[in-house]
Antibody, heavy 118, light 106 residues
């Protein structure tokens, strides 16, 4: 079965960067886009972008362009999301989610809490 | 960017009630619309894709309809385990989520 396991919680200072990993299993990693979605405390879901694990191609939400980088390592079926120049309002749970094959977030990781605090 | 709105933002209903949530897109998105359920402390779960298709394993009391800019999500008979926040999401142009509708039991 599809499983996405994310890296553990992080605490960062404002201005720093964070890199969250998402290890996939149970399917062909290069066969499906991977999305990254975040959720601030008590707030809704916010799509950040996607990566095509086959080509490495990416597409980011305009809000995050210039601050987010999504990469992958096909040899270990792992996707990464790095967010730079962190601010306090970047405090959120960050999820990876495998596409269903058409723009749906079909299977989700368990989430990674990133706390930005001085 | 395509903006998504949902109404109501929250609702309370009794077990067995029919519950309806609406979602509106800022422009025509055809049927490129999904619905998710999120329970507290958990990751979201895809319930309905392409506006009206039930994901495998999802109970048939959940349904979706609509196309263009106006969409509806329905729980035909609310169950205690349906307490959650529900989100619509478009994928006509990149992805974006609605603000969510919190459903609880009266």
């Amino acid at each position: 079965q599809v499983q996405l396991v994310q890296s553990g919680a992080e605490v960062k200072k404002p201005g720093a960067s964070v890199k969250v990993s998402c290890k996939a299993s149970g399917y062909t990693f290069t066969g499906y886009y991977m999305h990254w979605v975040r959720q601030a405390p008590g707030q809704g879901l916010e799509w950040m972008g996607w990566i095509n694990p086959n080509s490495g191609g990416t597409n980011y939400a305009q809000k995050f362009q210039g601050r987010v980088t999504m990469t992958r390592d096909t040899s270990i079926s792992t996707a990464y999301m790095e967010l730079s120049r962190l601010r306090s309002d970047d405090t959120a749970v960050y999820y990876c989610a495998r596409d269903r094959g058409g723009g749906s977030c079909y299977s989700w990781g368990q989430g990674t809490l990133v706390t930005v605090s001085s | 960017d395509i903006q998504m709105t949902q109404s109501p933002s929250s609702l309370s209903a009794s077990v067995g009630d029919r519950v309806t949530i609406t979602c509106q897109a800022s422009q025509d998105i055809s049927n490129y619309l999904n619905w998710y359920q999120q329970k507290p402390g958990k990751a979201p779960k895809l319930l309905i894709y392409d506006a009206s298709n039930l994901e495998t394993g999802v109970p048939s009391r959940f349904s979706g309809s609509g196309s263009g800019t106006d969409f509806t999500f329905t729980i035909s008979s609310l169950q205690p385990e349906d307490i959650a926040t529900y989100y619509c999401q478009q994928y006509d142009n990149l992805l974006s989520f609605g603000p969510g509708t919190k459903v609880d039991i009266k």
